[in-house]
């Protein structure tokens, strides 16, 4: 999990981001999801936003 709010710009190994909690209440700012969407469409990397992030973007993607 990306719990840090400084994710800094580099290129992350993964194939997916999920964000959202396991619970009903939000744990990521909104500053720090966009963060995460912009190095996201960098690498053209899908990311799914789980509806109890309460981001004002709906964004489900799947990996191909």
Do not use: M
């Not at 999990?1 to 209440?25: E, H, K, M, S, V």
């Not at 053209?44 to 509806?51: A, D, E, Y």
């Amino acid at each position: 999990p990306l719990l840090d709010n400084d994710i800094g710009n580099y290129r992350f190994p993964a194939d997916w981001f999920i964000i959202g909690g396991l619970t009903p209440q939000p744990c990521h700012s909104k500053e720090a999801i966009d963060k995460i969407l912009s190095q996201a469409d960098y690498f053209k990397t899908p990311v799914f936003i789980k509806h109890n992030a309460n981001y004002p973007e709906i964004r489900q993607e799947f990996p191909s």
